[in-house]
């Protein structure tokens, strides 16, 4: 919380963002993560400071589309606050004064903005990326625009039980799957050139985009009552998602963001993408609990090993980059601290309550009746490089202690 200053100014269009070089999009994911810090721990110590972040945030117009940035806006940017105001309304969180907008209003605005954007000029269907023809994007159908429009129509379907929002949820997949975006064999890849109608498929690949179809197929496997079509698609693509495990031989199930991290070129925005994956994955254990033990696998080592990151700068807590070099690896920032959290607290998942749905809405409660197995084979990972520190990762006993002194740890920085 300390890369945090908005409640340390008298510049009101600040309060809810975080400083430069971090983009407005990447704090309207971090009070999300500490929305769910809340349901995990019982924690308030944070609460107001979220309310008044997402209430600032919110805009004049109710729908996240501050003026100080608006004209900066992509999609997907929009998405991540709209995609906060909605795990409020699933976690229960407090709600504002009656004066303010509620939290599922401002989701189901969000979510009303976006598929009014969804544009048949070109591609027979999609969002674009940037909001206004003026920014670079604009002509690019991404995955994660498609991913958090999907998965709020499906977050909505399942609270609300309204019909209209799984319509949606069930159109984005199609088109997104019949674009190519989402691979036969479930991978996700970045997005296309409207300019060329879509003929041409950018195939890097991002952790956040596979997560965010995932957990929006899990909400839906769930909200059908385990209907065969959203549970294959949410084990399938929990299988692609082991693609940003295991980076190395001696570092088997680490998560890692192969399409930056190796090279250590990952930008301001990607450093933060593991966080999501940590997020989703374990989210998708309460929708899909025979996703459980393979997710629990991953998410622990991963949280054992971010863990070993987290011992650099002068405090000897800051958390760094590449989880897998057995310690810090000298980079620091909002990202970095914000994976780290995910993961370790994701894997309090188990001992909290689902999403909370209307009154109106039965849903029948989710039990585990087979166990998926995560894919093995493929070609052997390299060599790793050095390990920066020794010793043994966590051991089991007491690690609910480990884990709630090493979340406490990460906000505070």
């Known amino acids: 919380m300390t890369y945090y200053t908005g409640n340390q100014t008298t510049d009101p269009t600040a309060v809810g963002r975080l400083p430069l070089p971090y983009y407005w999009w990447e704090a309207g994911a971090m009070w999300a993560g500490l929305i769910d810090y809340w349901h995990f721990t019982n924690d308030s110590s944070y609460n107001r400071i979220i309310t008044e972040a997402l209430l600032a945030q919110a805009s004049p117009t109710e729908n996240f589309m501050p003026d100080a940035v608006q004209s900066q806006l992509g999609n997907d940017d929009q998405a991540f606050w709209g995609l906060a105001a909605m795990t409020a309304v699933e976690r229960q969180f407090p709600n504002p004064p009656s004066t303010s907008p509620q939290w599922l209003a401002l989701a189901e605005a969000v979510f009303n903005d976006m598929a009014y954007r969804w544009d048949t000029t070109s591609c027979n269907g999609g969002l674009k990326w940037q909001i206004f023809t003026f920014n670079k994007g604009y002509d ?20 609300t039980g309204n019909q209209t929002y799984l319509d949606w949820a069930e159109k984005v997949w199609d088109w997104t799957a019949a674009i190519g975006l989402i691979g036969g064999n479930y ?8 300019l060329l109608n879509c003929s041409e498929i950018n195939h890097i690949e991002w952790t956040y985009n596979t997560a965010v179809f995932l957990y929006g197929s899990a909400i839906l496997q769930n909200y059908t009552n385990g209907s065969t079509l ?7 693509l929990l299988g692609a998602s082991t693609s940003f495990f295991s980076p190395y031989k001696n570092a088997t199930n680490i998560m890692f963001e192969p399409a930056c991290e190796p090279g250590s070129a990952c930008n301001t925005d990607q450093l933060s993408f593991k966080a999501y994956l940590s997020r989703w ?7 899909a609990p025979a996703t459980l033990p393979a997710v629990m696998q991953l998410l622990r080592t991963s949280a054992e090993a971010a863990a070993r990151s987290c011992s650099g700068g002068s405090n000897g807590q800051t958390c760094g980059t590449k989880w897998y070099v057995g310690g810090w690896d000298g980079t620091a920032g909002v990202g970095q601290q914000l994976s780290a959290l995910e993961v370790v ?16 809405v039965h849903i029948i409660e989710a039990t585990s009746t087979a166990i998926i197995t995560l894919p093995t084979g493929g070609p052997p990972p390299p060599t790793s490089p050095r390990r920066v520190n020794g010793g043994a990762f966590l051991q089991p006993r007491g690690l609910f202690a480990v884990l709630m002194t090493g979340i406490m740890t990460l906000l505070l920085l």
Do not use: C
């Not at 991978?187 to 409207?194: K, L, Q, T």
């Not at 994955?281 to 929708?287: D, P």
């Open 230 to 236: 959203w549970t294959d698609r949410t084990t399938g």
């Open 281 to 287: 994955l374990a989210a998708t254990t309460k929708m």
């Open 140 to 159: 690019y159908k991404n995955a994660i625009s498609q991913g958090t429009l999907f998965q709020l129509a499906a977050r909505l379907t399942r609270h």
């Open 187 to 194: 991978r996700v890849f970045d997005g296309s050139d409207d």
């Open 345 to 360: 607290q994701g894997l309090l998942v188990n001992v909290t309550s689902p999403p909370a749905v209307q009154r109106n």
